[in-house]
């Protein structure tokens, strides 16, 4: 076992330290929404403080604390500098473009055109006539900034190309003379963007701190009935011995995947990002499974459901607020297990070029591959979600054995639907096709939801898919708890 130095510890903290500074924001802005509603409302107030203060907002709220603890802690050896001017620079980057004509014979047609030159991450310019540009009028012809030939191609700069990036410090205007006999027609495009583009995830995750309470409170206030149950079954659930065993054996496994020789000449990070996605989405599946059925056909076999059915308490509160009291404590497992993820991921980089002799990267790179991890922690809770919807339906009819057999094979079958279908029109087999289709009709598409060996190769994940992931597991989950709700509905309890 190769342990890094401390001197590494920098490079691939400062991901972690990035991330817990995002969280860390999204606090803030709680306690000041909170402070808000308090004093305007000091009963509401107090009572969403007692909110927050149990059930799994409690175990978030822990580890929110560790985060900004991580943030503020350090902080002396971050580049807090860079940091803050590229958020302070987040509105004002952009695509600056200019198309004009510059008559003949003509030196230092000024055009405004605003970019700072360390920003710039690609510019063009296109003219069909020689023309110089320079930043300040009436410089030497023999030290312009850019001589383009005029031409049909333009000129095109990237941090990749041969050529210099030709600007320097903050520019608000250019010079562009044509000393040639006819008019010159010139498109100028700078794209730029902040000089620490890794910022740009600050406010997602700080919109996702603030969002993923406020979609909880407004389950618990309107919907009270809802609130109470999943409360309770929350409670219940992350309490039993099984969720923390879970949650154990998903820590060590993420441990153990940094010095497991996986011997795949390099592609070892790659590895471990897609055993360790599927070991959470595993552990949260079988952790969704369990409970269904021991909260829902375990109570209404002992008639604990009667019992809580005789107070003012609808059997669709019933179903619903179990549906929700196990859907936020596996939210919180994915957020625990997330999280270590991503500190294994960023620890890994380092790790793994060291154990190869490999040039030590630098914390960019560590970044880019942890936080690409993201998308894929994303797509395996919804996938989780939709059979948590499966199974508390089938829980009203039947027990723990038939629901872990009829859940565990519509997993396979969903993640099959596509290569069956495939199959069938490649051997243009008409029954196996339409059975192809209907189980992709009547079954859940999970293949939707399994895009690992893209994650794990770092490819980005539009936000447009991961849009179409959310609203097709809203869709589908809304089905399976209407099903739920109707086989329910006239269950003898007695």
């Not at 030196?107 to 110089?132: C, G, M, N, P, Q």
């Not at 333009?154 to 562009?176: C, H, M, N």
């Not at 700078?190 to 890794?198: G, K, L, T």
């Not at 038939?402 to 495939?422: E, K």
Request: a negative charge; proline letters at 5%; glycine letters at 6%.
């Amino acid at each position: 076992m190769i342990l890094l130095p401390l001197a590494t510890l920098q490079l691939w903290i400062t991901p972690v330290w990035l991330v817990a500074v995002g969280a860390t924001v999204g606090s803030i802005l709680l306690l000041l929404l909170w402070g808000i509603v308090f004093l305007c409302n000091r009963r509401v107030g107090t009572r969403l403080y007692e909110q927050v203060t149990e059930g799994i907002l409690l175990q978030v709220g822990y580890l929110l604390i560790a985060l900004a603890a991580i943030a503020v802690l350090a902080a002396p050896t971050m580049p807090v500098a860079s940091t803050w001017d590229a958020i302070t620079r987040l509105g004002t980057v952009n695509t600056a473009t200019a198309t004009m004509t510059v008559p003949a014979n003509t030196e230092d047609e000024k055009v405004a055109i605003a970019f700072r030159a360390d920003e710039l991450t690609s510019y063009s310019v296109t003219s069909d006539r020689d023309v110089r540009i320079s930043v300040q009028p009436d410089v030497n012809l023999d030290r312009p900034n850019l001589m383009i030939d005029g031409g049909p191609e333009p000129y095109l700069w990237t941090p990749d190309s041969k050529f210099v990036r030709a600007f320097q410090g903050e520019i608000s205007a250019l010079f562009v003379s044509n000393f040639s006999d006819a008019p010159a027609k010139v498109t100028l495009k700078f794209v730029s963007d902040v000089a620490m583009p890794e910022v740009h995830h600050l406010p997602i995750i700080a919109a996702s701190v603030v969002g993923f309470y406020v979609l909880y409170l407004l389950v618990q206030n309107l919907l009270p009935g809802v609130g109470n149950i999943a409360v309770a079954t929350g409670k219940e659930a992350i309490s039993q011995p099984l969720y923390l065993l879970l949650l154990a054996i998903g820590f060590f496994a993420m441990v153990a995947f940094i010095y497991i020789p996986y011997n795949t000449f390099g592609e070892d990070v790659k590895m471990l990002k897609d055993s360790g996605l599927t070991t959470i989405m595993v552990l949260g599946i079988i952790f969704a499974l369990w409970t269904s059925s021991t909260s829902i056909a375990d109570e209404i076999d002992g008639k604990t459901a009667l019992t809580l059915l005789s107070k003012p308490i609808s059997r669709r509160q019933f179903i619903i607020g179990k549906f929700f009291g196990i859907v936020w404590p596996l939210a919180l497992m994915f957020i625990v297990l997330g999280a270590v993820l991503l500190i294994v991921v960023s620890y890994k980089c380092v790790y793994d070029a060291r154990e190869t002799s490999n040039p030590t990267p630098d914390w960019q790179y560590c970044y880019s591959t942890m936080i690409s991890t993201v998308p894929g922690l994303v797509l395996n809770f919804l996938e989780a979600v939709v059979l948590t919807a499966i199974s508390v339906a089938i829980s009203t009819r039947l027990s723990m054995l038939p629901n872990l057999i009829i859940c565990g094979s519509i997993y396979v079958i969903g993640n099959l639907v596509p290569q069956i279908v495939n199959a069938a029109d490649a051997e243009d087999l008409a029954f196996v096709q339409f059975t192809g289709n209907f189980i992709a009709v009547l079954l859940p598409m999970l293949h939707v939801f399994n895009i690992g060996p893209a994650i794990a190769g770092g490819k980005e994940v539009p936000y447009e898919y991961l849009g179409f992931a959310l609203l097709y597991a809203v869709i589908y989950s809304t089905a399976a708890m209407l099903l739920a709700l109707f086989l329910f509905e006239d269950r003898d309890l007695a």
